[in-house]
């Protein structure tokens, strides 16, 4: 599997295991949002050298979604 096939699936995962953690309302919204930000890293990654620019920008509001849910469920 290629390094970008590789961003493009971990960042999946950590977006679906997030919105599952997020949805479950167990108190690990601020791990949830830790792995949102990881998987709008991660999807950055993979759309800016795939040259996705609306996904790229997309992962930009996640980014900043993730970082005002870990600073309000600290």
Do not use: C, D
Not at 39 to 45: D, P, Y
Not at 46 to 55: D, N, P, T, Y
């Amino acid at each position: 599997m290629n390094s970008q096939k590789i961003f493009e699936w971990l960042g999946v995962a950590t977006a679906i295991i997030y919105s599952l953690l997020v949805a479950s309302n167990t108190g690990l919204e601020f791990l949830g949002f830790a792995l949102l930000l990881t998987s709008s890293a991660l999807i950055g990654i993979w759309a800016f050298r795939g040259k996705h620019k609306g996904i790229l920008l997309l992962q930009f509001f996640y980014a900043t979604a993730g970082v005002i849910g870990m600073v309000r469920w600290q």
